[in-house]
């Protein structure tokens, strides 16, 4: 009997200590649990309007900014959630700090990355929209994230470019000036005439509403080469005119030269066969 209501008096201080430990922290977890949600809540509100109003002045930036806002906010209330259950935060964020350390030591290039991101819009080299040919690709850019930048090329391809390899390396922002020098070269044969090709070149440009006459454009012989006489063709056009213009001009020099008889040589070579076989002529072999 004694085991019995010795047992009996174990459990049922088991209990007490069990709801009293439901009592002390059930209202701080329910409470903690209400304000993880709320604060994730409005800080989804809150780096949504920051989101909007960047997006109408700089869409470059607001994502980079949305995404570190987001981030230091979250973590933010992470420590206050945990504070408010009685977990001591001091060494909360002692830990946080040491895997900081550690997680930063180990991703060494993504900190190179986020650095580059930082000197990207700081500088600004290119902004959402620009053309650009880097790392070997060509396209444009449609997002700046905190540690990537997205480029969609023009034969519908999705490139993801490290921040760090576009800010410590060379790139051409093909589509920051409003107009660009369109360069052409046309060959033609020595025996034609130079002034009725740059007369040909001449009218044409006159003739294409795209064609810029601010710069003038430059019209000339550019070399001698092994073949022909090069002329050489620049023009200047609005950025988005460059390559169909390019492209047109060159269908348009082609048959204008054929119909004013004007010849555009490609390399020939004479190929002379020999027959050795080891036989001098009026000689018979042994």
Known sequence: MEELFGANGRAS???????????????????AIVTLVVGLWLIKRFVGVIDKKLGEKDPSLNKFVCDLIGAILKVMLIISTASM?????????????AAGLAVGLALQGSLSNFAGGVLILIFK???????????GHLGAVAEISILYTIVNTFDNRRIVIPNGNLSN?????????DKRRCDMT??????????TAKAICKRL??????????????????SLGDNSVNIMFRAWVATDDLWPYY???????????????????????DVHVYNHSGVEAGQTSQ
């Open 205 to 222: 440009f006159e003739e294409d509403e795209r064609s810029l006459m601010d710069p003038p454009p430059r019209i000339c012989v550019g």
């Open 85 to 97: 259950i009685g977990i001591a935060t001091t060494s909360f964020i002692a830990v946080i700090g």
């Open 169 to 177: 390396a060379t790139l051409v922002n093909v589509s920051i000036y």
């Open 13 to 31: 201080e088991i209990v007490e200590q069990a709801i009293t430990l439901v009592m002390t922290y059930a209202p701080k977890v329910v409470l």
């Open 125 to 135: 080299p290119f902004k959402v929209g620009d053309t650009i040919e880097a790392q």
């Open 247 to 269: 492209w047109e001009m060159q269908e348009k020099v082609k048959k204008a030269f054929d119909a004013e008889g004007l010849t555009i040589p490609f390399p020939q070579r």
């Open 186 to 195: 046309f060959g033609i044969h020595y025996d034609d005439d130079i002034d």
